[in-house]
Structure formats: structure tokens, C-alpha cells
């Protein structure tokens, strides 16, 4: 399989607690984004990579969120304490610099 | 103002006719615009892109583009069941994609 993977596809956890996800994009491809959906809106941006270069991160981003790409290769998004407002489905995705961005099956957190 | 606006729907068509999804943007300066299929629980899956003013067809797609009216709409020609999905709409920035709400189609046998 060629495509976008990330692992886990579903995490439940309880407020507070840390959780951790991780994506492997698409191997030729050097960039790699991280998006968050809640139900009923559009993906939202939060960070992307370029190779292992963290290049932008949204400013709706709380420092409770994290990102690295310590490789260029694969990259990990980590919520601390989290909240039941970060319940949400977190897509990755990679593309070529300046081509299509192609997404992962994503990662459906809930926080009770 | 959103960024990118789209109606939430749902719009509803029967099968076999053509399904016309709108989306206006605000920024002037964008360049590239996608749209992307996301079925119920699933992730977006990436349909069509368009760059230049105009339409641009693949199968039974088309998109069209008229920058000047900041104004990209999404064609479905012969409509199946199989196409009830929600449709977003992307604009590139800056790297990033920002996306519309998504409008829901609903495409009854």
C-alpha cells in the first residue's frame, strides 16, 4: 500500500491524559500536513512539514499541540492535557512540494 | 467573511442528473483551488484540481474556475447513489489548503 497511513485509527482517552499520533505519508513525498475536522466543518489546518523543517503552524494552535518529523519520513502530533474540545478526527496528508495533497485515513480522538 | 464559502446543503438530485456544486473565495491572489469527496467517516478523497480560468473535465467531473468572480463550481454529470458524499472545497495557500464547510449531496434512486 502506497497511500497515507496513520496509526492509531481511533484513540479514546480521558481528559488530562496525553495522547500521541502518528502518520507515514506517502513515501516519495517531502511535505506533510496535519489537519483537524470537527462534524459538520471542513478540515482545518494546524502544521505542516517540509522534509523535517516544521514550516508553518496555526495560530489556533494551543502549545498544548506539538508536531515533529524528526526524519523527514514520518511525523507525530502530541496533545498534552488534553481537553474534551480536542475530540475531533485528525487527518494527515503529504503531497510533492506544490502538487496535490493526498490524505490519510486519520485518527478519530474522543476525550471523555 | 469566511475564506471559503460553500452551502451546506443538502442538496438533493435524482439519479441521473447533474449535480452543480458552488463555492466563492475571498483571497484574490489564489491560484490553485481542489475539490474533495468525503464520504461518512471517511477522509477526503481528492476528485478534481483546477488552476486556470475555465473548465476542466474527467469523466463524469467538471470543474470550473472564474477567478475574476472568485467563483469555482463542481459538475456531476449522470448522478449515482454512489456519489452521495459531502463535497469540499479547497483554495492553496501558502502551502496549506483552507476548506469550505462541505456541502452534502444526496443523490436519490
Known amino acids: 500500500d502506497t497511500g497515507v497511513s496513520q496509526d492509531p485509527r481511533h484513540k479514546i482517552t480521558k481528559r488530562g491524559q496525553n495522547v500521541t499520533f502518528r502518520c507515514d505519508p506517502i513515501s516519495e513525498h517531502n511535505r506533510l500536513y496535519w489537519y483537524r475536522q470537527t462534524l459538520g466543518q471542513g478540515p482545518e489546518f494546524l502544521t505542516y512539514f517540509q522534509n523535517e523543517a516544521q514550516l508553518e503552524k496555526s495560530r489556533l494552535l494551543s502549545d498544548r499541540f506539538s508536531a515533529e518529523r524528526p526524519k523527514g519520513s514520518f511525523s507525530t502530533l502530541e496533545i498534552q492535557r488534553t481537553e474534551q474540545g480536542d475530540s475531533a478526527m485528525y487527518l494527515c496528508?503529504?503531497?510533492?512540494?506544490?502538487?496535490?495533497?493526498?490524505f490519510g485515513p486519520g485518527t478519530r480522538l474522543t476525550v471523555l | 467573511q469566511k475564506e471559503v464559502e460553500q452551502n451546506s446543503g443538502p442538496l438533493s438530485v435524482p439519479e441521473g442528473a447533474i449535480a452543480s456544486l458552488n463555492c466563492t473565495y475571498s483571497d484574490r491572489g489564489s491560484q490553485s483551488f481542489f475539490w474533495y469527496r468525503q464520504y461518512s467517516g471517511k477522509s477526503p478523497e481528492l476528485i478534481m484540481f483546477?488552476?486556470?480560468?475555465g473548465d476542466k473535465e474527467d469523466g463524469r467531473f467538471t470543474a470550473q474556475l472564474n477567478k475574476a468572480s472568485q467563483y469555482v463550481s463542481l459538475l456531476i454529470r449522470d448522478s449515482q447513489p454512489s456519489d452521495s458524499a459531502t463535497y469540499l472545497c479547497a483554495v492553496e495557500r501558502g502551502g496549506k489548503l483552507i476548506f469550505g464547510q462541505g456541502t452534502e449531496l444526496s443523490v436519490k434512486p
Open positions: 496528508a503529504s503531497s510533492w512540494i506544490g502538487d496535490e495533497q493526498f
Open positions: 483546477i488552476y486556470s480560468n
